[in-house]
Protein backbone atom coordinates (compact mmCIF):
# COMPACT_ATOMS: atom_id res chain seq x y z
CA UNK A 1 0.00 0.00 0.00
CA UNK A 2 1.53 3.68 -0.83
CA UNK A 3 0.93 6.12 1.66
CA UNK A 4 2.88 9.99 0.74
CA UNK A 5 3.55 12.28 3.53
CA UNK A 6 3.99 15.82 2.66
CA UNK A 7 6.16 18.61 4.94
CA UNK A 8 7.85 21.99 4.48
CA UNK A 9 4.74 23.94 4.15
CA UNK A 10 4.88 27.05 6.21
CA UNK A 11 4.41 31.32 5.91
CA UNK A 12 7.01 32.89 3.66
CA UNK A 13 7.64 36.74 2.14
CA UNK A 14 6.91 37.41 -1.26
CA UNK A 15 10.33 36.42 -3.42
CA UNK A 16 11.01 33.64 -0.84
CA UNK A 17 11.78 30.57 -1.15
CA UNK A 18 10.49 26.94 0.17
CA UNK A 19 11.10 23.71 -0.46
CA UNK A 20 8.70 20.94 -0.40
CA UNK A 21 9.18 16.65 0.89
CA UNK A 22 6.99 13.88 -0.03
CA UNK A 23 8.22 10.51 1.64
CA UNK A 24 6.55 7.64 0.02
CA UNK A 25 6.29 4.40 2.12
CA UNK A 26 5.54 1.09 0.86
CA UNK A 27 6.48 1.24 -2.40
CA UNK A 28 9.74 2.88 -4.57
CA UNK A 29 9.13 6.39 -5.57
CA UNK A 30 11.28 5.62 -8.80
CA UNK A 31 8.80 3.51 -9.90
CA UNK A 32 5.37 6.18 -10.12
CA UNK A 33 5.45 8.90 -11.63
CA UNK A 34 5.14 11.64 -8.90
CA UNK A 35 3.12 15.07 -9.07
CA UNK A 36 2.37 17.96 -7.04
CA UNK A 37 -0.84 19.66 -7.26
CA UNK A 38 -2.24 22.99 -4.99
CA UNK A 39 -5.72 24.05 -4.21
CA UNK A 40 -6.39 27.12 -3.10
CA UNK A 41 -9.90 28.30 -1.05
CA UNK A 42 -12.71 28.25 -3.23
CA UNK A 43 -10.94 27.15 -6.18
CA UNK A 44 -10.26 23.51 -7.80
CA UNK A 45 -7.24 21.96 -7.13
CA UNK A 46 -4.72 22.37 -9.93
CA UNK A 47 -1.26 20.65 -11.65
CA UNK A 48 1.65 22.23 -10.98
CA UNK A 49 4.62 20.03 -11.92
CA UNK A 50 5.21 16.69 -12.21
CA UNK A 51 7.85 13.81 -12.76
CA UNK A 52 7.45 10.62 -14.86
CA UNK A 53 8.38 6.99 -13.66
CA UNK A 54 11.92 6.08 -14.36
CA UNK A 55 11.15 3.47 -16.72
CA UNK A 56 9.46 6.17 -19.66
CA UNK A 57 12.68 8.65 -18.99
CA UNK A 58 12.12 10.54 -15.75
CA UNK A 59 10.64 13.89 -17.87
CA UNK A 60 9.74 16.62 -15.95
CA UNK A 61 6.26 18.97 -16.29
CA UNK A 62 5.30 22.51 -15.34
CA UNK A 63 2.44 24.35 -15.38
CA UNK A 64 3.19 27.61 -17.02
CA UNK A 65 2.35 29.97 -13.75
CA UNK A 66 5.36 28.20 -11.95
CA UNK A 67 7.68 27.57 -15.06
CA UNK A 68 11.18 28.60 -14.21
CA UNK A 69 10.85 29.34 -10.36
CA UNK A 70 9.35 25.88 -9.57
CA UNK A 71 11.63 22.65 -9.85
CA UNK A 72 10.98 18.98 -8.92
CA UNK A 73 13.14 16.47 -7.98
CA UNK A 74 13.71 12.81 -7.02
CA UNK A 75 16.13 11.04 -4.13
CA UNK A 76 15.80 7.67 -4.79
CA UNK A 77 18.01 6.41 -2.01
CA UNK A 78 15.65 8.41 0.03
CA UNK A 79 12.49 7.41 -1.47
CA UNK A 80 11.52 11.37 -2.05
CA UNK A 81 10.34 13.47 -3.97
CA UNK A 82 11.27 17.35 -3.18
CA UNK A 83 9.48 20.63 -4.78
CA UNK A 84 11.81 23.62 -4.57
CA UNK A 85 9.76 27.00 -5.24
CA UNK A 86 11.55 30.15 -5.43
CA UNK A 87 10.16 33.92 -6.04
CA UNK A 88 7.28 33.20 -4.58
CA UNK A 89 4.57 34.95 -5.23
CA UNK A 90 1.04 35.75 -3.28
CA UNK A 91 -0.90 33.82 -6.21
CA UNK A 92 1.26 30.41 -4.84
CA UNK A 93 -0.50 30.11 -1.87
CA UNK A 94 -2.40 27.08 -1.57
CA UNK A 95 -2.48 23.94 0.13
CA UNK A 96 -0.30 21.71 -1.89
CA UNK A 97 -0.54 17.94 -2.61
CA UNK A 98 2.08 15.29 -3.45
CA UNK A 99 -0.08 12.72 -5.88
CA UNK A 100 1.50 8.99 -7.36
CA UNK A 101 0.14 7.05 -10.16
CA UNK A 102 1.78 4.03 -11.18
CA UNK A 103 0.23 3.46 -15.11
CA UNK A 104 0.11 7.21 -15.75
CA UNK A 105 0.26 8.09 -19.43
CA UNK A 106 1.91 11.81 -20.47
CA UNK A 107 -1.34 13.37 -21.61
CA UNK A 108 -3.13 12.86 -18.43
CA UNK A 109 0.36 13.83 -16.18
CA UNK A 110 -1.80 17.34 -15.42
CA UNK A 111 -4.86 15.60 -14.59
CA UNK A 112 -5.69 15.23 -10.67
CA UNK A 113 -8.43 12.69 -11.27
CA UNK A 114 -6.05 10.19 -12.86
CA UNK A 115 -3.61 9.98 -9.55
CA UNK A 116 -4.34 7.02 -7.15
CA UNK A 117 -2.69 7.75 -4.51
CA UNK A 118 -2.57 11.60 -2.47
CA UNK A 119 -1.12 12.91 0.44
CA UNK A 120 -2.40 14.86 3.02
CA UNK A 121 -1.01 18.36 2.17
CA UNK A 122 0.94 21.12 3.20
CA UNK A 123 -0.10 24.91 3.96
CA UNK A 124 1.88 27.32 1.43
CA UNK A 125 1.25 30.57 2.47
CA UNK A 126 3.25 33.36 0.80
CA UNK A 127 2.46 36.88 2.84
CA UNK A 128 4.59 40.23 3.58
Known amino acids: QVQLAESGGGLVQPGGSLRLACVMS????????MGWFRQAPGKEREFVTA??????????HYADSVKGRFTISRDNAKNTVYLQMNSLKPEDTAVYYC???????????????????WGQGTQVTVSS
Open 99 to 117: SADQTMILSSIRMPEQYDY
Open 26 to 33: GRSVRDYT
Open 51 to 60: IRRAATGSST
